[in-house]
């Protein structure tokens, strides 16, 4: 009696709402036929030179992706992909200078923390005649590298910081450029 009940209860219960779904609804590809050719040579402009962040994680730098073309903030030629953007060129170059010197100042850290590491164990191998001067030594040089960390990380937030002001200037800065302004493609709609 029981399972009848239940059957026929769930015969006659309304169907559950829809989920409710997170994914954007589908963007249109293909643009309109009856559209201006202009708009299409723009399109494919903005195609080649717009740039985005490479989804390939295995790089251990920053990537980018430009048309085809991947770039690494380590590369010599990554302030080549802001070229169209006077100003985002210049932001490019200042954070692969912030992220160099970052690098540096890091190694220089894990040099000094491996110097004084090594000498604090070579304290009781070596004796106790020199047992003060590498304790000195390997404090001194400990310290040294925490101090070099420190003063690299402002250099990394820099770098970091930098690089997204330059995409953003970039991008932004390449939809508003003119014809004339790049190596013949751009807008060629007149603009209000």
Known sequence: M???TLALLAQTA???PPAPSDAAPPVATAPPADEPAQVHHFA???DRHLISL???LGKAAIGLRQGERTFSIKDDDFVQAFSLVPEAQAMARKAQEDLRTSTLLQIGALVAVAAGSAALVMVPLLGAG????LLIAGAVLDLAGVVLLIVGLPFA???????IKALSAYNHGLLKLRPGDSDGGGLTIPMP
């Not at 020199?130 to 001067?133: H, K, V």
């Not at 937030?157 to 690089?163: G, I, Q, R």
């Open 2 to 4: 029981i399972l009848l």
């Open 14 to 16: 309304p169907p559950p």
């Open 44 to 46: 494919d402009f903005v």
């Open 54 to 56: 490479d989804p390939d």
């Open 130 to 133: 020199l047992m003060i001067p």
């Open 157 to 163: 937030l820099s770098a970091n910081t930098e690089f």
